[in-house]
């Protein structure tokens, strides 16, 4: 009895654990990439907390993919001049689907709750706010598969040395796809002088 109680104890406990771990497999940073620019400066951009939540679309359509999308994308600027550092911090997603019906495939997608995280936006102004610009929206005709594109979702003017934008619950949608489709979020940062540094997440199945 005793050997069979300590079995037990094991497996609960290595059950607990697996539990553990599952629920922060999201969590934390995701990815990053950096790139020395023209300037000597060190340009870093990073994906944070990414989370994509497919559900079921609302219209019951076979060909439609809904999901909702939340995150953090944040940069760093390192070396001289890294203060007066000037740009554009973008997220979006790489959409590959292996093939549609019809003239081609639309995706929508809108940001009713994103905020900025020790950015500095446009002016010297710091902001932290929810909920800054509710009705963002954007759609594109992806065209016919199979194919893979790319859509950038939102970009923010940004500068100083490090910063940061949050998504909470954004949704998108993908209608006439036949198959299956493939999410990759990426995060860019672009600086005024053109210099550009992408990084990309591990692609998402919405089945």
Known sequence: MKAISRVLVALVAA????????????????????????????????????????????????LTREWFHSGRAKFQVAGPGADEFSGTLELGYQIGFPWSLGVGINFSYTTPNFLFDDATVAT???IITPNILPGVSISADLGNGPGIQEV????????????????????????????????????????????????????????
């Not at 949050?166 to 940062?189: E, Q």
């Open 15 to 62: 059950f607990a654990a697996l539990l553990t771990s599952t629920g922060t497999s999201h969590a934390g940073l995701d990815n990053e990439l950096s790139l020395v620019d023209g300037q000597d400066r060190t340009l870093t951009v990073q994906q944070w907390d990414t989370f994509l939540n497919g559900v079921f679309p609302l219209d019951r359509n076979r």
């Open 124 to 126: 010297p102004i710091q």
């Open 152 to 207: 950038a979702t939102f970009s923010v003017d940004v500068s100083g040395a490090s910063g940061g934008v949050a998504v909470s619950n954004a949704h998108g949608t993908v209608t006439g796809a036949a198959g299956g489709v493939l999410l990759r979020p990426f995060a860019r940062l672009i600086a005024s002088t053109g210099d550009s540094v992408t990084t990309y997440g591990e692609p998402w199945n919405m089945n």
